[in-house]
């Protein structure tokens, strides 16, 4: 028994027992739901693929800038398949999205230690603020289509 602080007993918990009572509240996503979370980073993979596409295509002397044109054609490349692969409501892209979110979140914290302006400051804590707030809804997308998945199983 554990004390809940107010000098009541409460019974103990078994260890996971909390992780299988969060997986039996999560309700597997209908067979063409799409939650909110799920198409903005659809949308987030295609803006961005588009805009990679656009600036390896028109910017001049791309290697002098640290890029390459069959970098950015494999990034484009990826990105389209993350965001088909979520449209498709497949885990592993959603999963795969959410390390780059993660990436991406760190890489913009180190970015805001060095930001030398208000505005650079500002722009690196909207970033973080929104990837954040994305990795965190698409946490519960992802158990929801893996709760989908495996009621399918036998």
């Known amino acids: ?25 999560l309700v597997p996503l209908a067979p063409d739901e799409r939650p909110p979370a799920l198409l903005v980073a659809i949308a987030v993979c295609v803006v961005v693929t588009v805009a990679v596409l656009v600036g390896g295509l028109t910017i001049h002397n791309l290697s002098s800038r640290g890029g390459s044109l069959p970098g950015a054609l494999f990034l484009a490349v990826i990105l389209s398949g993350l965001a088909f692969g979520m449209y498709r409501r497949r885990d592993l892209a959603v999963l795969g999205f959410e390390a780059l979110l993660a990436f991406q979140i760190i890489v913009t914290s180190l970015a805001l230690v060095v930001a030398e302006t208000l505005v650079a400051a500002g722009a690196c804590l909207v970033a973080i603020c929104l990837g954040g707030w994305l990795f965190w809804k698409l946490v519960r997308v992802m158990g929801r289509i893996q709760a989908g998945e495996q009621e399918l199983d036998p």
């Open 1 to 25: 028994m554990a004390d809940d602080g107010q000098g009541t007993q409460r019974p103990r918990r078994e260890r996971g027992e909390g992780d299988a009572l969060a997986r039996a509240a």
